[in-house]
């Protein structure tokens, strides 16, 4: 389907810069407040609180813009994560919006999995004020989209990772392409990724599919690593010769708990699976792009 009108928010982050390789023929439009675009609203999110931005028919919004570090408190998440993002919501269905594509977090369902993988029947379990926000803003849409007539996506990535990605995983990526000796050689969590293409290639399926319409979808890669195997396949594409030392786990986790990053420890030495058969059994959707190659292009 060509030339429907797009609206993308957060289409100059990480994530919105590869969507965009998505589409070729489409009509898009971006929400951004610095960057200059061809057809472009020059606002922030938060401006839809106090402001009427929408003047024209957007026939999909994608939605990835809004808070994400650590560094904010519950209420200004709300705000922005919550209260701007129905703001949006209202302004574009007022102009006939056919599909809203929000882009959530599979922190919705958690921060770690235990005995079996997150899947879109796993109930609702926010820890993070972000994740809460998220999960907020979710509901809001749900009830939206049915009293204003719109048809809603919800897709739950866990940590998305590729070439600059930002945060955590920057900082994790920049430490293993040293090669130094690292002490994870005991860690031997589950853990899932997906890279910023294979979630792009989904979120532009589903503004096209039929069946997306009225959905969650939680999406990841096929493969599930653990830290350990996650800094070897790094060493592997970038043929870096270092070797792991095994320092036993407990360690870390007093070192972190006393640190008073529990939720670094988590990411490193915890379980987060996802489970990705609703999208490839409604949507027939597969990821391309296997871990390694990412890495050997990063």
């Not at 994530?15 to 489409?26: A, M, S, V």
């Not at 808070?67 to 701007?84: G, I, P, Q």
């Not at 235990?114 to 998220?134: C, G, I, M, R, T």
Request: hydrophobic share 45%; with cysteine; net charge positive.
């Amino acid at each position: 389907m060509k030339n429907r009108h797009i609206l993308i928010t957060g289409g100059t982050g990480f994530i919105g810069r590869e969507l965009l390789t998505k589409f070729n023929d489409e009509n898009i439009t971006l929400l951004s407040r610095t960057t200059p675009f061809k057809n472009q609203i020059q606002a922030s999110l938060e401006d839809f609180l106090d402001k009427e931005l929408i003047i024209d028919n957007f026939d999909i919004v994608i939605h990835l813009a809004g808070l994400a570090h650590n560094n904010y408190d519950l209420d200004e998440f709300r705000k922005v994560n919550v209260k701007s993002t129905v703001a949006l919501a209202k302004q574009v269905a007022a102009k006939g919006l056919k599909r809203f594509v929000f882009i959530s977090s599979i922190g919705v369902n958690g921060n770690n999995t235990v005995n079996e993988p997150f899947n879109e029947l796993s109930l609702a379990n926010p820890h993070a004020d972000y994740a809460l926000s998220k999960y907020e803003a979710e509901t809001e849409l749900i009830q939206l989209s049915k009293s204003l007539g719109f048809e809603l996506v919800i897709i739950r990535p866990p940590l998305v990772y590729g070439e600059n990605a930002p945060g955590n995983f920057k900082s994790l990526y920049n430490l293993i392409s040293k090669g130094v000796p690292l002490p994870f050689g005991l860690v031997n969590n589950s853990r899932s990724f997906i890279s910023v293409s294979n979630l792009c290639d989904f979120i532009a399926l589903t503004t096209t599919h039929p069946s997306a319409a009225g959905e969650l979808f939680l999406i990841a890669d096929d493969e599930r690593v653990s830290t350990k195997s996650l800094i070897k396949t790094i060493w592997k594409a970038k043929n870096i010769s270092s070797f792991l030392i095994p320092v036993p786990t407990f360690i870390f986790k007093i070192l972190f708990k006393v640190l008073g990053r529990s939720s670094i420890y988590l990411q490193l030495f915890d379980n987060l699976e996802v489970d990705n058969s609703k999208a490839k059994k409604l949507l027939a959707w597969y990821p391309k792009q296997a871990m390694i190659d990412v890495f050997k292009k990063s």
